[in-house]
Each structure stands twice: as structure tokens, then as C-alpha cells.
């Protein structure tokens, strides 16, 4: 353990989101304010409560792998890939050129909060058309959620730490947490972190319809995901990857990296109260939120931005905004907070992730993404949530917040980088 903890930073980033396939798509996205909910096309959802997701536009497969590995990758697994290769080649790092003992200095820690569904889905109906004899070899692999891990490093033969962290809806920040803190430390120099997601499936929405989880406004799919708007119904099931590459200060200025933002730190708590509501006090959620400033040593006035999870649900939005008053006090209604899942969904596992790049994003851009589909207030939701419009601001500090089922609670915090 060093005698000081190593600063942290962002060197590259990728994403594959509803609003687009790469970071620059998706903040010109979220810029426009679009929605990326649609009819669902992956199978027939007729007789399902809720038949609309925010799916992948223009993805194929099969510009990214051939037919035969295509077939071995579950589509969680194939996003996550994808991303990954932008995001290094985003921070001008070439895998192939790096010594080995370079490579055993990276660490692969990436997750899905779900994992290959839609391979569960598929196998699922040949055991019962044709039997176990039908089922593929590969079924194992595609469906645990640590291969992403396992095939990011045989890729690019990176033999640090390489781990999965699933934590539902928090996954995605809790990998990038766990990368942060092995950084730190000095355990490795490198690390490629995030989470990805593909539950939009027969099982994934036919599941959580069952838990009456998700948005039925199938006359209106893009107003659907409305946060902290009184006449949400639900969130709407969204699906994409989100990839960090964090390299310690020392290391990216060593080999004249590009640095997008530093990472501040992590606060991380548990409500203890539900398997799946969360706690209507918003306690949980705001210790994670203290742990954050605490651990990042920051004020709660120093904070310029804060990307909610805002999932569009009735109890969660009210507990999340009780929770940020608690935190930020008077300065809760001075800076800028939003749900960019109005535009993407919820993306389960990568959502964390995903938002984290939204969050550098604002802070690179000094400007606030939206929360789209507002048009009733709630009085219990009376904070200043940048709604329908971006707006411009100073972003020098953005937090990141990501809460799952099992009451996980995660903030992020990125600062402007300055040397």
C-alpha cells in the first residue's frame, strides 16, 4: 500500500446507448432531448402489459463479429466488447503494442446486473421443444455475467484483476468504484470498467411487468420514462454498455494521455430495508451520498451537477429527492440535478456506467443534460431537475448516483482535471 492514495483519471470512454452508439452520439442525444423508447422489435410483446423498451438503434452484430462468434455472445456480452474497443482506442491505447508486463498492470473489472437473459431465454425454449439434448455448449458462458470480464481480457491479454461486481441497477458504478480504489492503492496502473446490459427479452419484460415495475403508456412510449413528473407510471426497460478507462495520474501523463475528468471518489451504503422499494425515508441513499463528499473530500456545496437515478417510479424519484435534501441541504435547490433515463430507460447493470459518462460529459461540456417528458409537477419532487432543456453552467464537480434492488446505493464523483 502506497503512503498516499494515487489520483485517478479518465482517459477514454466508450458507450453503445438508446440515443446512440458511441459517447459523442449519445450527448448529442441527450442534447436534442430525445427519446429512445419504441415498439419493441425483438420478439412479439402482443400480450405483454408493456410493449415498448429503449432498444439499440442500428446495431449489427455482424459489423463488429463474424457469424460464428456472433452465435457465441450473448448480446450483453457483444455491447460490452464494442465498447470496450472504443474506449481504448479512445485513450490512444493499443493493447498489442503494450509489453506484457504493462498488460499484467491492467485490470478488467466489468459487470451486468443480469447477465445473458436473452441466451436463458433462447436455451430455454429448446429444453422445452426438443429437450437437453439441444442445448448449446455455450449456454454457460453466455449467460454468467463475469465473462464480459474473462473475454475483455483474452482479448487484449490484460492479466491484472479481472472480477465482475453485481449489484443490480448499481453494478455498473460499483465496478467503476472497485477499479477507482485498485488504482489507488497501487495495485494496477490501468483499468477497463463498466457494466452492459441486454434484458430487453421475453423474460426481462414479461419479469418485471410481473412486478408492475415497468411503464404501461404504450399509447405514448417516448413521453413513457417521465421522472419526478406527478403522473409517472414506471421506468422503461433500456439496454447498451458503458466503458471507463481509469489510469492513475501518473501513469496517463507518463505516456501523454488526453485526461477527460479525475474520479473523486466513492460512497456506497445499503437502505436495509426491501429487497426491491426503496427506503421512503431516503436514508440509505443519502449515506451513500455523504460517503461520497467524505471520501472525495469535497463540501456539499462544491457540487455543480448530480445525475440522479430517477428511474420514473412513484416511491423511488420521492425517495431520491428526500435523500439529496438531506445531503445538500439549501444548495439542493441551487444545483442542477437530472434523469437522463427519460431519454435512454433504465439500463440495469450498465445504467451506473453509463451515467457516469453523462456526468464527464457535463462536466467537459459545462452543460447540464435534461429530464425529458415533464409536464405535471409533484410536490413531493420540487428540486431544480433541468427539465425538457440542457442548460448551460459551470460543471466543475458532477456526481454520479446508482441504486439497485437489494438496496445498494452507489455515488460517483468527477471533477474537472486539473494538474
Known sequence: MPDRMRRVVVTGMGALTPLGNTPDAF????MRGESGAAPITYFDASAYSTKFACELRGYDPLAHFNRKDARKLDPFAQYALVAVEQALEDAAMDPGSMPQAARDRVGVIFGSGVGGIQAFNREANKLRDYGPRRLSPFFIPMLIPDIISGHISIRHGFRGPNYCLVSACATGSNNIGDALMLIQRGTIDVAICGGSEAAVSEMGIGGFNAMRALSTRNDDPQGASRPFD?????????????????????????????IYAEVLGIGMS????????????GEGAALAMRNLLEDAQLTAEDVDYLNMHGTSTLRGDIAETRAVKQVFGEHAYRMNVSSTKSMTGHLLGAAGAVEAIAAILAILHNRVPPTINFQTPDPDCDLNYTFNVPQERTVDVAVSNAFGFGGHNTSLGFRTFDA
Open 230 to 258: 406527478k403522473t409517472r407510471d414506471g421506468f422503461v426497460l433500456g439496454e447498451g454498455a458503458g466503458v471507463l478507462v481509469l489510469e492513475s495520474l501518473e501513469h496517463a501523463q507518463a505516456r501523454g494521455a488526453r
Open 27 to 30: 450527448w448529442e442525444g441527450m
Open 270 to 281: 445499503a437502505d436495509a430495508n426491501h429487497i426491491t422499494a426503496p427506503d421512503p425515508s
